[in-house]
């Protein structure tokens, strides 16, 4: 059974960075599309930034020229490096394995199956 696990987040000044991880388990993380999500009281979940099977990236307009994905396969580890961080970064901050090599459903929750349980980013101004 997969299991995903965030860690990382915390409380930043705007312009600040911070890295994020997700330690996943239960299979292989290079194989499916993984992603990183984020969630404000009262508004949808949106999708941030993923990455399919081949380490291709994608991002959420907001974020581009800000924040990295990547993953370590050795690791089975994601991670969400984010600077330049704006108080509009606020969130709670998900991970989350995809049902399918491809991330054609990005920047939707849809085919992704599998979700952590999250992790708190506040940006101050």
């Known amino acids: 059974q997969v299991k995903l696990v965030e860690s990382g987040g915390g409380s930043v000044q705007a312009g600040g960075s911070l890295r994020l991880s997700c330690a996943a388990s239960?299979?292989?993380?290079?194989?499916?599309?993984m992603g990183w999500f984020r969630q404000v009281p009262g508004k949808e979940r949106e999708g941030v930034a993923a990455?399919?099977?081949?380490?291709?990236?994608e991002y959420a307009d907001s974020v581009k020229g800000r924040f990295t994905i990547s993953t370590d396969n050795a690791e089975n580890t994601l991670y969400l490096q984010m600077n330049s961080l704006k108080p509009e970064d606020s969130g709670m901050y998900y991970c989350?394995?995809?049902?399918?090599?491809?991330?054609?459903?990005?920047?939707?929750?849809?085919?992704?199956?599998?979700w952590g349980q999250g992790t708190q980013v506040t940006v101050s101004s």
């Open positions: 990455v399919d099977g081949a380490g291709t990236p």
């Open positions: 239960g299979y292989d993380t290079p194989k499916v599309c």
């Open positions: 989350a394995s995809g049902a399918y090599y491809n991330c054609h459903s990005f920047p939707r929750t849809t085919h992704f199956v599998s």
